[in-house]
């Protein structure tokens, strides 16, 4: 059986939070400047050309995008033949966003939900485990942070409310989000399954290629639809007015049950960070 | 080209009443941040008439919490948090000589209303853009708090940061003239 250290695990997870909070992937690099080339309002242009300024300074001045890094959290796909030797895994996972939020000079901003004491080391983390076939593990780091979580919302809708239903809370979620999330968004959703896996899912459609539709091309038609309302709304780039306030929206769908319709939306910003690794 | 037009902190009263929602500003001077918990305390201060550990007079706060500065540079990313999280707070910091604030996001009717009676205006500054603020930011002194980390109260000095007027003394609303001009529902 595969054997993998918590060291090399501590290692991978510092090495992911600070390439996280320092680079945006070229996916959603590639839809800001789309943006730009398609954004009607001149405050909106100004916006966005001030968005792709900050991406080239932070990578100059070696700085994190946006100085909110998050409350990390982690993804863990264990394949069920490796062996995790050394120690802890979960605390390793948590001794890696110490010593990245640390080293990598990023702003910790986890604290006590009732004393609201910092605990001064960005930890815990959230992580999230899935069990997959094989002997490998990946590892993805996603810095999330607030601005746009506080922004997030889950409903469980009636069977009788339908696809109509889902568009319509979509969309009032992004217009009660309004400028407060630094759009241009990306909105993941979870439709189905339990209240936890609808969170879950939308949580999870955000590490996907942004701008990458689900394989169902049902599902694809939706997430393409909810886009264009989005962008109908006028909210645009800080709020402030636009025709690009959401620069993808990622859709999952799980099976529910005959008597219920859980949706979750979970807005992201436009720094929509994640990086990976595979051991 | 239009001209830079510049805004200097703390607040010249001219300056701020020619300031109109939709003009771009350049920003100058020493500001203050503070953050959901640093107005907490200011706020609690206030109500038990206690002395405040800044002044109030003419400032400008700008909501953020910067991270901290790797060797070599005075800061780290300082971009500006939601401001609608400190709404309940502002009409209190405004009754006691507050001027300007810089966030990102809209303001609720209730801290708009008391900014058209105290003649104060809210600037937005690009919600993300931490990294290009930073290099606008040529100074910073811890002042008060600091046992809150990155939400104690700094003291900047700030060259050309730009901004976007918001919602100027008078009210103007940039959050719903800008939305409804593009909407197409």
């Known amino acids: ?257 005959i008597a219920g319709l859980p949706v979750a939306v979970n807005i992201q910003c436009h720094a929509a960070r994640h990086s990976e690794a595979l051991l | 080209m239009e001209t830079k037009k510049i805004f200097h902190a703390p607040v010249i009263h001219e300056e701020l009443n020619s300031l109109k929602a939709g003009d771009t500003i350049y920003l100058r001077g020493s500001i203050i941040t503070a953050r959901d918990a640093a107005h907490k305390r200011i706020y609690q201060l206030l109500q038990e008439g206690k002395p405040l550990p800044i002044e109030l007079k003419d400032q400008v706060i700008y909501y953020a919490g910067p991270c901290p500065a790797r060797p070599g540079l005075i800061i780290g990313s300082c971009g500006p948090t939601t401001s609608s999280r400190m709404d309940v707070y502002t009409p209190l910091l405004l009754e006691h000589g507050l001027k300007a604030m810089i966030g990102k996001g809209p303001r609720s009717a209730q801290v708009i209303e008391s900014m058209i009676k105290h003649g104060a205006v809210y600037l937005a500054a690009v919600g993300g853009a931490g990294a290009l603020i930073a290099s606008c930011i040529k100074k910073v002194e811890a002042v008060a708090f600091e046992d809150l980390g990155p939400e104690a109260i700094y003291r900047m000095e700030v060259e050309d940061m730009p901004l976007l007027v918001a919602i100027d003394a008078r009210g103007n609303n940039l959050y719903e003239i800008g939305p409804r001009q593009f909407a197409r529902i």
Do not use: W
């Open chain 1, 1 to 257: 059986m595969k054997e993998i250290h918590v060291s090399k695990i501590i290692d991978t997870i510092a090495r992911l939070c600070i390439e996280a909070c320092y680079n945006v992937g070229d996916d959603v690099k590639a839809l800001l400047e789309k943006a730009r080339q398609h954004e009607a309002s001149p405050h909106g242009k100004n916006i966005l050309d001030q968005l792709l300024e900050n991406l080239r300074i932070a990578h100059e001045l070696k700085l994190p995008i946006c100085q909110d890094t998050g409350m990390a959290v982690v993804f863990l796909e264990i394949g069920q033949d490796v062996h995790i030797v050394g120690g802890d895994l979960y605390e390793a996972v948590h001794e890696g966003v110490r010593r990245g939020y640390t080293e990598g000079y990023l702003r910790k901003s986890v604290l006590s939900p009732i004393t609201r004491i910092n605990t001064g080391d960005n930890t815990p983390a959230v992580i999230h485990t899935e069990m997959v076939p094989g002997d490998k593990v990946k590892i993805t780091v996603a810095p999330k942070g607030f601005g746009s979580e506080n922004m997030s919302q889950l409903k469980m809708l009636k069977p009788s409310d339908g696809l109509e239903g889902i568009k319509e809370f979509i969309l009032q979620t992004v217009i009660d989000a309004g400028g407060n999330p630094c759009p241009p968004i990306i909105v993941g959703v979870g439709i189905g399954g339990t209240m936890e896996k609808a969170a879950y899912m939308a949580k999870k459609a955000l590490l996907r290629p942004a701008g990458q539709h689900n394989p169902d091309p049902l599902v694809a038609q939706l997430e393409e639809e909810m886009l264009q309302a989005i962008n109908n709304t006028g909210i645009g780039p800080q709020g402030l007015g636009g025709t690009v306030t959401a620069l993808a929206v990622h859709i999952e769908t799980y099976p529910t049950h």
